[in-house]
């Protein structure tokens, strides 16, 4: 079993739908890091997080410590938030986890 | 701000031959950090560097060599190039640890190696 699991690994969604990627760890974290990955290939951080919840913009990121569990939402989605979302989680020194990735694909 | 920039950003070699990687960051960062990416793995680190001066290994650090002499160059050897290392190569600065710090990456650049 994967140490950092993200679902689904892949989703289409039509435009304006609510959107919500999964990441679910099994190790104890200091952080987890959502990052976004484009089809041109950048990549691109989105959030930090060690508690609770943040919000930029359409984009928000929830983690559950106790249940070892974190979301990234996105709402009103449009077709240039189409790309690869990667879970990341914290563990020892400089060590850093990385999840799969889902892929996006939202629908004009 | 030009942020993260590496060069060049596509390149072919032949098996054996020899190229440098050069990354750059003008956020005054410590932290940089060399990545590799292939087609359904995740982000592999290569080598990193905590400052000026300073090198270490990471996940798959055999094959190449990094170098570190000014705090905005992080510098990505491959000695004698081999097929295995066809990949995507990506660079990222942080200004402290990357496990507590956002981090910043460069394009990438594609490497094939014949």
């Known amino acids: 079993k994967n140490e950092v699991e993200q679902s689904p690994q892949n989703l289409t969604a039509q435009e304006g739908e609510f959107i919500t990627i999964n990441c679910s760890y099994s190790v104890g974290i200091s952080a987890l890091h959502w990052l976004q990955q484009h089809p041109g290939g950048g990549i691109v951080s989105l959030f930090m997080l060690s508690s609770g919840k943040k919000k930029h913009g359409r984009l928000i990121a929830t983690i559950n410590i106790q249940e070892k569990h974190s979301s990234l939402h996105i709402t009103a989605s449009h077709p240039r938030d189409s790309a690869v979302y990667i879970c990341a989680v914290s563990g020892s020194n400089y060590q850093l986890i990385w999840g799969a990735g889902t892929k996006l694909i939202i629908k004009p | 701000n030009a942020g993260v920039t590496q060069t060049p950003k596509f390149r072919v070699l032949k098996t054996g031959q020899s190229m440098t990687l050069l990354c750059a960051q003008d956020?005054?960062?410590?932290?940089m950090y060399w990545y590799r990416q292939d087609p359904g793995m995740g982000l592999r680190l290569i080598h990193y560097s905590v400052g000026e001066g300073t090198t270490a290994k990471g996940e798959v650090p055999d094959g190449y060599n990094v170098s570190r002499l000014k705090k905005q160059n992080f510098l990505l050897g491959l000695e004698s190039a081999a097929p295995s290392q066809t990949s995507v190569y990506f660079c990222?600065?942080?200004?402290?640890?990357?496990?507590?710090?956002?981090?910043?990456f460069g394009p990438g650049t594609r490497l094939t190696v014949l």
């Open positions: 990222a600065s942080s200004y402290r640890d990357r496990a507590y710090n956002e981090q910043f």
């Open positions: 956020m005054n960062h410590e932290y």
